[in-house]
């Protein structure tokens, strides 16, 4: 079989290049497979008009064309061809205040690529959801995003006295900022992954924070962070699935995060969950794993069997499966 990826620019964003760069390390031992990433960032009307030409060019009648994530809109050029879209999450509706954008994300990212589509992924059980209450459909299956087999467990003496607390990303559903007040007084080093602004660095002024803060890793690096950490921080406010905690509980580390979807769907019971809108309760979540030895090994060892539900061989035979049922049709 012929599968074509289709990729949003890598300026925008990696994440779902880095997602998608795991699955399919796998599946090319078994497809045909072709990569491209469109040419605009944006997607105002002209960046549209210009993805669409782009992927039109690209069209192969004898292929399974998927779209991997926030670029459906070029799902526009693909009328005709067998398509795949995998939904990550409806943040480009969920955030959108104003009715004009609102309505042209409706139509373009959602409504007609919906429509177009043979078959649309959705990488959680909430996303599937979210959608559904937005539109009605019989396309949607739900395959879990995999995680990067690189992340294996690796044993570390927790360190009680002061322990690295590693925060992956500071944009604004990453809650940073409760974090930071959350440490009050809690004897620690914060090691944070991403770029501060300059309200997050006076935070970490304020509330006398020990930290230390790097942006831009590579994949290895990023792989020693989760080694060389004591607990995987991640109380976000919004995800669409949540990485990090796969992540975390595969390299055998105790991971804090949110109790809200897909979170609770994605962590099973390998995660200590808090309030993400609650000081009181992250800063208990943290006081809790550092003094109890017994609770923190539970959770890591409920974390590692957790893990393999998202292992890289499981979700690519999930694919095959799929591909091999539009191939039939």
Request: aromatic share 10%; charged share 25%; net charge positive.
């Amino acid at each position: 079989m012929k599968i074509n990826y289709f990729f949003r620019n890598p300026k925008v964003g990696h994440s779902i290049h880095r997602v998608f760069r795991t699955l399919i390390k796998e599946l090319d031992t078994t497809l045909e497979i072709t990569i491209y990433e469109v040419s605009c960032v944006g997607s105002m009307p002209i960046d549209v008009l210009k993805n669409n030409i782009f992927t039109y060019k690209k069209k192969n009648k004898h292929a399974i064309h998927h779209i991997t994530g926030h670029i459906h809109d070029v799902l526009l050029a693909l009328i005709g061809v067998k398509t795949v879209l995998t939904i990550h999450d409806l943040v480009f509706l969920d955030n959108v205040k104003n009715p004009f954008k609102r309505c042209y994300k409706w139509l373009f990212w959602l409504y007609l690529p919906l429509k177009i589509a043979d078959k649309i992924v959705c990488i959680s059980d909430q996303t599937k959801r979210n959608i559904l209450s937005k539109i009605k459909t019989d396309k949607l299956e739900v395959i879990h995003n995999a995680v990067d087999p690189i992340f294996k467990f690796s044993k570390k003496s927790f360190n009680q006295e002061r322990p690295v607390i590693l925060h992956i990303g500071t944009g604004w559903n990453k809650n940073l900022d409760k974090t930071i007040k959350a440490l009050e007084k809690i004897p620690c080093h914060l090691r944070i992954i991403g770029t501060l602004s300059e309200l997050q660095l006076q935070l970490l002024k304020m509330y006398n924070i020990d930290y230390s803060n790097r942006f831009n890793l590579t994949d290895e690096e990023i792989r020693l962070e989760y080694i060389n950490s004591d607990i995987i921080n991640f109380p976000s406010l919004y995800e669409g699935f949540g990485m990090p905690v796969i992540e975390g509980q595969q390299t055998g580390r105790i991971v804090i995060t949110s109790k809200i979807e897909p979170i609770i769907e994605v962590a099973g019971n390998g995660a200590v969950f808090v309030d993400p809108t609650s000081i009181k309760s992250i800063s208990r979540a943290y006081k809790k794993v550092i003094t109890d030895n017994e609770y923190r090994l539970d959770i890591i060892e409920k974390g590692l069997v957790n893990a393999k539900r998202f292992s890289v061989k499981n979700i690519a035979k999930q694919y095959v499966e799929l591909y091999q049922n539009l191939a039939k049709k």
